[in-house]
C-alpha cells in the first residue's frame, strides 16, 4: 500500500482509513451534511485528523460531506459479490485553492469536457498534494499549473478554511466509486488586484476551459443557495441565472 496521506487519531492512536471507509464516519459524524469541527495537523504532504485536541495540531476545521455520501451509504448496507472496493489504497490528499485578490474578488475554473472526472464542472484550482509536498505550496503549483498564475513569494497571506469528503462517481448508481479525497481548502489573498490578476492568467487548456471572477456579491448568493440559506429578495438583482438558486437539485465539487 502506498504510504498514507490521511491518518486519523482513534483513541489516541494513529491510523489509515481504507480507501472504503467514510472518514467523516470514523471521527464520529452522525447524520447530515456537517459541519463537525475536526482538529487538524497540517504536515508535509500528509494531513492527520481527530476530533479533539492532540500534540501538533495547527488548526479546527469544519469537515463536511455531500449530502449522499457513497461511502456512507456503503457502510449499511450489503456489498454485490464481486464488486468489491479496493483494499490496498487509502484516502487521498487533495488541496483546492479560493483565490482572492486584493479588490474582494474569487477566482473560479471550469473543468474541461473531455476530462474523465467531473467534466465541465466550476470549480477553485487544486488538485493532489505531492507526497513530500507542503499543503500549501501543492495548492500554489495546482494554481499556476490550471491558471499560469505564479504569486509572488512575501505577496499573499493565507488561511486553511475547511475539509471536504469527496467521492467520485458520487452516487452508487453511476457505480463504485474509484476516486476517494480529503479535500483542504485554503484561502490565498493576494495583495495584488483582480486586474493585475487577470492580465497575468494562462488557463492550461487539456485542465481549464473557462474561468471566472465572483465579486462579493455573487460570492455570497451562491454560498446562500448551496446551503439553502438564501432569501431571494436579500440577493443582487443582476445576477446572472447560472447563480441564481435551484432548489430541484444539489450540486457538491467532487474532486479527482
Known amino acids: 500500500m502506498a504510504a498514507a496521506r490521511v491518518l486519523l487519531l482513534l483513541s489516541g492512536r494513529a491510523e489509515s482509513p481504507s480507501f472504503a471507509q467514510s472518514v467523516c ?27 479533539g485536541p492532540f500534540p501538533g495540531s495547527s488548526a479546527r476545521l469544519p469537515l463536511q460531506r455531500p449530502p449522499f455520501c457513497p461511502f456512507a451509504a456503503l457502510d449499511q448496507q450489503l456489498r454485490t459479490p464481486g464488486a468489491e472496493l479496493p483494499s490496498n489504497r487509502g484516502v ?48 500554489l503549483r495546482e494554481l499556476q499549473e490550471e491558471t499560469g498564475l505564479q504569486l509572488p513569494h512575501g505577496q499573499f497571506s493565507w488561511v486553511p478554511l475547511g475539509l471536504w469528503e469527496s467521492a467520485y462517481p458520487p452516487r452508487l448508481s453511476w457505480g463504485l466509486p474509484r476516486y476517494h479525497h480529503i ?12 486586474q493585475q490578476l487577470q492580465a497575468r492568467i494562462q488557463p ?29 429578495t436579500h440577493l443582487p438583482r443582476d445576477l446572472p441565472p447560472s447563480v441564481l438558486p435551484d432548489r430541484s437539485c444539489h450540486h457538491a465539487v467532487q474532486w479527482n
Not at 204 to 229: C, H, R
Open 204 to 232: 492550461n487548456p487539456s485542465e481549464v476551459s473557462a474561468f471566472m471572477w465572483l465579486g462579493p456579491e455573487i460570492a455570497a448568493a451562491v454560498a446562500a443557495a448551496e446551503d439553502g440559506t438564501e432569501t431571494l
Open 25 to 51: 464516519g470514523l471521527l464520529g459524524a452522525g447524520p447530515g451534511l456537517g459541519p463537525w469541527p475536526t482538529h487538524c495537523g497540517l504536515k508535509r504532504g500528509r494531513l492527520v485528523l481527530s476530533d
Open 92 to 139: 487521498d490528499l487533495g488541496v483546492a485553492v479560493l483565490l482572492q485578490s486584493s479588490d474582494w474578488s474569487v477566482l473560479l475554473t471550469r473543468r474541461t469536457r473531455t476530462l474523465s472526472v467531473s467534466p465541465n464542472l466550476w470549480v477553485p484550482p487544486g488538485g493532489h498534494v505531492g507526497l513530500d509536498e507542503e499543503l500549501l505550496d501543492g495548492g
Open 183 to 194: 479535500v483542504l481548502y485554503l484561502l490565498v489573498v493576494s495583495w495584488e488586484s483582480q
